[in-house]
């Protein structure tokens, strides 16, 4: 190609380029909490490099103050989703024992239920997957004051949130996954 043609004239060997230190990543996950962490480290499982950037500190806002209930029945839940919140309910201890066994950090995982407590008569049929007690209240919960007071068995899990949030941000690292405060410059 001819100089003063319509493409500019490549540059001279050994020429610094404006963009030589920049870093660059295949995608960017908004939000450091337990799902852009977890989407980060599916990401980089299948080959991706990740980036995570937070507002703040990652791990420390939304998912630290979750009440790590992992709920998938019960009417709180849209009908739409029942199928989905099942679906992942089902898959939640495989992936906590990878977070934990990747991270070396116990997330606390737990299967003893949730002993919902009836406002009215009639109301346990209205309850998605509500089971009766394994035993008399007074014999599940000692210390708790339950005079005339029904209550049904929902066989859901519960997390430590704290814990499910710091395995994840150390899988992540351990990963190659790079995590950046928001307040930090990329590529630090």
């Not at 790079?178 to 590529?187: E, R, T, Y």
Request: glycine share 12%; charged share 25%.
């Amino acid at each position: 190609m001819e100089r003063g043609g319509p493409y500019p004239a490549p540059e001279p060997p050994g020429r610094f380029f404006y963009n030589a230190g920049v870093r660059s990543w295949d995608v960017i996950v908004v939000g450091g909490g337990i799902i852009g962490l977890s989407l980060s480290i599916e990401l980089h499982k299948r080959g991706a490099s990740v980036l995570v950037v937070d507002k703040g500190e990652p791990g420390h806002e939304a998912s630290r103050a979750a009440g790590g209930m992992l709920a998938d029945c019960g009417d709180e839940m849209p009908g739409v989703l029942e199928e989905l919140a099942a679906a992942s309910a089902r898959m939640y201890p495989e992936f906590a024992l990878e977070l934990q066994d990747e991270s070396g950090v116990h997330v606390d995982l737990r299967s003893e239920g949730t002993l919902l407590f009836l406002s009215g008569p009639g109301r346990q049929e209205k309850i998605r997957r509500a089971s009766p007690l394994p035993a008399a209240l007074t014999e599940l919960e000692p210390g708790l004051a339950v005079s005339g007071r029904r209550a049904v068995f929902l066989a859901e899990r519960s997390v430590c949130p704290r814990h499910l949030t710091e395995a994840a941000l150390k899988a992540a690292r351990h990963r190659g996954v790079d995590i950046v405060p928001g307040d930090a410059p990329c590529g630090q």
